[in-house]
């Protein structure tokens, strides 16, 4: 015991100075047109406020609107989608939602990849750096987090940096120090503008894909791939949402037309099951009758992302539900079409 209280305050100093040292390169190092530096700052700023949350993939950051929400049904939501986001992740941010924020929606994407996709550890460490208390933080990292995970995921320092690129260096601290720090304005159409509340846009529209594109990229999903981890997962943001009284409704987002293949048709009919054995709202914008007045090619990025204009619609789609949910049966079919 004595030994303990003797070496307790030095490795305690030792803890604080290695995360003070690793604050200090994030600042540096961390580029300064990194959407996720934004989404945190707009996070932590409104903590405390939040009742509607949007989960997911890129496809959640690029689709879900949170300012026509706000807008539209008075809400105080926030985007908390990110790169290739995991079921695994996706519980964590739902978790800590839940416990610092008055939440009371949860809309989360679920389409083939995130019932899939087995491991991505980019996205997983990206994804921690969404979280904004120490708490869930910890609780992450021991939930089945790899060491390598566990190490990149709490020491910026040990990501891929180069510590001597002193033009960048630079550049990313005259930026970071200059008032109001706001988020950079992009030079080209083709690249993500971060808005604002975690909604991040694009503003050009996809061109007419190749035959040879469509042929690579057509959705290949069938039931056998699906992983149980994210079913796991999946189980635990239904439980934990139910206990804590939370709303929780399923999104699938619609994909370009030319790439849409019978096995959505699937997806559709597996994700539905889901729903329905769980009490659970399920919109698969795929099935909406009219989808592709909806969603015309100038409504995407590219084949699975929306421009802000797409974004525009599947928000006020979204809130149109939200205000009448027997809208449902006048613009869903059964099941998707693929023509």
Not at 158 to 168: G, K
Not at 217 to 232: A, G, P, R, Y
Not at 276 to 287: F, H, S, V
């Amino acid at each position: 015991m004595k030994l303990f209280l003797k070496i307790a305050p030095r490795i305690l100093v030792l803890l604080v100075f290695m995360v003070l040292l690793d604050a200090g390169v994030r600042f540096f190092y961390e580029p300064y047109d990194r959407n996720a530096i934004y989404t945190r700052s707009d996070y932590k700023e409104d903590r405390g406020n939040i009742d509607t949350i949007f989960v997911g993939t890129s496809q959640t950051y690029a689709g879900f609107d949170p300012a026509i929400f706000d807008e539209r049904l008075g809400t105080d939501s926030f985007n908390l989608g990110s790169n290739a986001q995991l079921m695994y992740s996706s519980y964590h941010l739902i978790h800590e939602a839940l416990t610092i924020n008055p939440v009371k929606t949860v809309y989360l994407e679920i389409n083939d990849a995130s019932l899939t996709r087995a491991k991505n550890d980019s996205a997983q460490v990206g994804c921690f750096d969404y979280l904004i208390s120490w708490r869930e933080k910890f609780l992450t990292l021991i939930d089945g987090a790899s060491n390598s995970i566990q190490l990149r995921s709490m020491f910026y320092g040990l990501r891929d940096i180069d510590y001597f690129d002193f033009s960048f260096l630079k550049e990313n601290l005259t930026y970071k120090l200059t008032e109001g720090h706001t988020p950079p304005q992009k030079e080209k159409d083709s690249n993500w503008q971060y808005y604002t509340k975690g909604h991040i846009v694009s503003t050009s529209s996809y061109k007419v894909p190749s035959e040879r594109v469509i042929k690579r990229n057509k959705i290949d999903w069938s039931v056998d791939k699906v992983q149980e981890k994210n079913l796991v997962y999946l189980q635990k943001i239904i439980d934990l949402c139910k206990e804590k009284d939370v709303e929780l409704i399923l999104v699938t987002p619609c994909i370009y037309k030319d790439f849409l293949t019978v096995d959505v048709i699937d997806l559709h009919n597996y994700v539905s099951e889901l729903a329905k054995e769980n009490g659970l709202t399920y919109y698969d914008m795929n099935a909406l009758k009219a989808r592709n007045t909806y969603f015309p090619l100038a409504s995407y990025r590219d084949k699975t992302h929306l421009n802000q204009t797409g974004a525009e619609t599947l928000s006020n789609l979204l809130c149109d539900l939200y205000e009448n949910p027997n809208l449902a049966s006048e613009l869903f079919l059964s099941i998707p079409s693929i023509e």
